[in-house]
């Protein structure tokens, strides 16, 4: 298929690459710019465009961005050579950004951006680099319902589980905190509950095959599971990423007036984590780790040793062919 709209993709990271290759493989032209080129590299053999400047992307009707946080976006935006810095004539029609990046920034991100004719779509996914490849990333979006519908093909084949539009300014946004306050909540009590279960004598395998089977599993206890059995560690997500939502959680709860204990209490133990990690030989190499290794965390206060089990489990989330 190809596409009716000329499309440009800011960032290459964890998630911002598969979600490109998804678009390339779906037959769009897709223009790269990732502030190390090396990263971008492999989609041109894909057919990707990559240029040296995020004012490159200007002369694209819809440009995509995946960055770390809110700063990152104003900057490749805003910032010298930014895509939007240029003159009128050369600006795209839309911004897409997917990050997940506070409500206030975003607000202030639109509203410079409508006074450059630029319209502004917040559309943050769930799911992780693997959830991408395996077709199951979903994505809320919000902003000007038509700028929205002009999107909505090409972010239906990054979020291929499913896109919710949930109204204009920044719901997106609050709905995507929301989101990882829950990711928070339930990695916290998963680490809880496994580590009961280890301590009282029963394999973490086994505890995790019944929990998954029954109404209480989940696609994310599913694909959690091999990690917290076999103790692999290999990075999705970071605790520090988590506790900045649990933050902005928090924050939107105190302007809201919504009262949040369960968040609070997992927002502290998350710290703990960042405690425990001044024990290893490499703290910030230990940080940089996915977030549920916070099991060790728990498994420490717990006094209980831990071990892979060296039993595979299926995630859900395995890529055929």
Partial sequence: MTAKHSLGWIG????????????LKAGHRVSIWNRTRAKAEPLGAKGATIVDRPCDLAGQDIVFSMVSTGKDLEQVYFGSDGLVTGGSASRPKILVDCSSIGIEQSEAIRADLKKLG?????????????????????????????????????????????????????????CKIAHNVFLGVVIQNLAEITILAQKAGVPRHAFLDFMNASVMGSTFS????????NLDWTTTFTPALLRKDLDLGLKAARDL?????????????LQSHFG???????????????????????????????????VPMPTGLEVEG
């Fill in 12 to 23: 290459m990271g964890r998630m911002g690459y598969p979600m490109a290759e998804r678009l």
């Fill in 118 to 174: 630029c319209e502004f779509v917040s559309a943050p996914v769930s799911g992780n680099g693997k959830c991408v490849k395996a077709g199951k990333l979903s994505s809320v979006a919000s902003g000007p319902k038509a700028a929205f519908d002009t999107i909505q093909p090409y972010l239906a084949v990054i979020a291929a589980s499913g896109v919710s539009y949930v109204g204009e300014g920044e719901l997106a946004r609050i």
């Fill in 222 to 229: 599913k694909y959690k599971s091999n990690a917290l059995v």
């Fill in 257 to 269: 007036d919504v009262p949040m204990p369960v968040t609070a209490a997992t927002r502290e133990a």
């Fill in 276 to 310: 425990a990690a001044t024990l290893r030989e490499d703290p910030a190499a230990y940080l940089e780790k996915d977030f549920s290794a916070l099991l060790e965390t728990v498994a420490l206060a717990s006094g209980v040793k831990l071990e892979p089990e060296n």
